[in-house]
């Protein structure tokens, strides 16, 4: 039977191995090389592909090491400073990866090349690196606010019960901003004391669904009732379109 588990990297990173049950594995931004070969030694597994979602170093760092060590194939955004990406891959491209069947989805705002990796089946799971967070949201080091929001708003639609494997354990502290920019949301409450249990246990807390994600999550809620009260709560008056509030949100979050 496949399965998907976090390996560890530097402070808070999670490099996502599948494992297809029949000694093959990839691997999702694998910034260290290290933990990789960890745990392909320990599992006697052989990495047969990589999938990047984009360029920055804590997600292709240990791209280059792997592929020499393992003559594995890397499939990644079509960016032409990504020398090693053997598949460069476009929006709406279909890609099987060990019999697993993805569309690829851009997803810009954190980075302009940041891609997703959605797959209806065997359960719908979603590898999206950076862009979604469990309870938040990425920086918006090169995109726009809007860029960032359709984004988001593109995640947002794929089915409720998709997995979201992110690729940091930042929950805790999206989930102190959340509770902040939306006081009165009551899935919210209760997903926080979850998470403080299972960090209190160092168990991660990705991954997430859609479905928890559209419930708790501020920035695929920036037209929620709770979120307007949250912002004016705040002494900021609430912007007009969804846009607006969501850069609010965004720029508050910076420096909370
Ligand atoms: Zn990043
Ligand atoms: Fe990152």
Not at 49 to 72: N, Q, S, Y
């Amino acid at each position: 039977m496949a399965t998907i588990e976090p390996l560890r990297a530097f402070s808070d990173n999670y490099i996502w191995l599948f494992d297809d049950g029949a000694g093959r594995a990839f691997v999702v931004d694998p910034g260290d090389p290290q933990p990789v070969r960890a745990a392909l030694e320990a599992r006697g597994l052989a990495l047969e592909a990589i999938l990047v979602t984009h360029h920055h170093f804590d997600h292709v760092g240990g791209v280059e090491a792997l592929k020499a060590e393992t003559g594995c194939t890397v499939y990644g955004p079509d960016n032409p400073d990504l020398p090693f990406i053997d598949r460069r891959l476009r929006d709406g491209d279909a890609v099987t990866v060990l019999g697993v069947a993805f569309d690829v989805l851009t997803v810009p705002g954190h980075t302009l090349d940041h891609i997703a990796y959605f797959a209806a089946a065997p359960g719908p799971v979603l590898f999206c690196g950076d862009p979604l967070f469990a309870g938040g949201c990425g920086r918006l080091f090169e995109g726009t606010a809007a860029m960032m929001h359709a984004s988001l708003q593109r995640l947002a639609d794929l089915p409720a019960d998709t997995a979201v494997y992110c690729a940091h354990e930042y929950t805790q502290a999206n989930l102190a901003f959340a509770s902040a920019a939306e006081p009165g949301n009551a899935a919210l409450a209760a997903r926080v004391a979850e998470v403080r249990e299972r960090r209190g246990r160092d168990e991660p807390t990705v991954p997430s669904s859609i479905a928890l994600e559209r419930e708790t999550n501020p920035f695929l809620r920036p037209d929620a009732d709770g979120i307007l009260a949250g912002l004016s709560a705040a002494g900021q008056a609430p912007a007009a379109d969804s846009v607006g509030r969501f850069a609010q949100l965004r720029a508050w979050k910076d420096s909370f």
